[in-house]
């Protein structure tokens, strides 16, 4: 599986495992020095398992800002220390995410790489998690403005 990832990253020519393949847009300034601390990781499933300390908080960072979450939302923590415990995958929305990195990749790889759209900017030619979810950790149900309104400008 991560290596399509790979491949898809190489293909529009983004740094190794772009995280933007995943998140969309630039990814947010990161890793405070503390971080790059972290043990490698050892229960990853979908990323590279060799990706980078900084790449990986990077894209965990990506889904807090995207989701509006803490890392707490997906990792939990550890009931004597009560620090997040990365690892684990005790918290039931760490395997959605899973879920939802995987159809991420497939909705950008499979689907939208099919739509010929030569002025798309890159960034509106695929989805991100915050296309979808818009800072919020379950997305809004779209209500359609009534009628009367001026429709919205495509
Ligand atoms: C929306 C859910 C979500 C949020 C929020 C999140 N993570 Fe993660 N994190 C994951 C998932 C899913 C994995 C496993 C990825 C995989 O299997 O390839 C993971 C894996 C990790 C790992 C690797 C653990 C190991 O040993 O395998 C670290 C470290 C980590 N996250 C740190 C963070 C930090 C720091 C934050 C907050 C800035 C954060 N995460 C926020 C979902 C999340
Ligand atoms: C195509 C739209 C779409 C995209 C893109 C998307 N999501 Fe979701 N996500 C949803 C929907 C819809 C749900 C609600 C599913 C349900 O409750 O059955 C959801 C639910 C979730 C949940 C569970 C929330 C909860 O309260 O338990 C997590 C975690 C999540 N998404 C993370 C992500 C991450 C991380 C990404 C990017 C890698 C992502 N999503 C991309 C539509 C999307």
Do not use: W
């Amino acid at each position: 599986m991560f290596r399509t990832f790979v491949m898809a990253a190489a293909i529009i020519t983004l740094p190794v495992l772009s995280p933007s393949v995943l998140l969309g847009q630039q990814a947010p300034p990161s890793t405070q020095g503390q971080h790059r601390t972290l043990p490698r990781p050892t229960n990853l499933q979908v990323l590279p398992k060799d990706i980078s300390t900084e790449d990986l908080l990077k894209v965990m960072h990506g889904f807090t800002q995207q989701l509006g979450v803490r890392c707490t939302f997906c990792h939990a923590e550890d009931a004597t220390t009560h620090h997040p415990d990365f690892a684990s995958d005790a918290k039931p929305q760490k395997n959605s995410a899973r879920i939802m990195m995987r159809m991420t990749h497939e909705i950008n790889t499979k689907y939208l790489a099919q739509i010929q759209d030569p002025d798309a900017m890159p960034e509106m030619k695929t989805v991100s998690c915050g296309t979808c979810h818009r800072g919020h950790s379950m997305p809004e149900i779209f209500t359609p403005p009534e009628q009367h309104e001026a429709p919205a400008k495509s």
